[in-house]
């Protein structure tokens, strides 16, 4: 059964299907397997933790990708 969230992404809202992992929406909005800090509701997630954390209704993520460069 899949219901609609609403969540804010980077200080904006965003909807999704759920149920979702942190490893979906990365993969939605096209920065699976890219170097990312994931913020979730003002705590800080291991990459190995993405795939077994819910999103749930009213989240807050925030989302910060790295590069390198000099």
Same mark, same amino acid.
């Given at each position: 059964?899949?219901? #609609?969230?609403?969540?804010?992404?980077?200080?904006?809202?965003?909807?999704?299907?759920?149920?979702?992992?942190?490893?979906?929406?990365?993969?939605?909005?096209?920065?699976?397997?890219?170097?990312?800090?994931?913020?979730?509701?003002?705590?800080?997630?291991?990459?190995?933790?993405?795939? #077994?954390?819910?999103?749930?209704?009213?989240?807050?993520?925030?989302?910060?990708?790295?590069?390198?460069?000099?």
């Amino acid at each position: 059964m899949t219901s #609609q969230l609403t969540i804010t992404l980077n200080g904006s809202p965003h909807f999704l299907e759920a149920p979702v992992s942190l490893v979906r929406l990365l993969e939605s909005i096209g920065l699976a397997g890219k170097p990312v800090v994931v913020e979730f509701n003002e705590t800080a997630v291991f990459p190995r933790d993405y795939a #077994q954390t819910l999103v749930e209704n009213g989240a807050r993520i925030e989302l910060v990708t790295l590069a390198a460069g000099g």
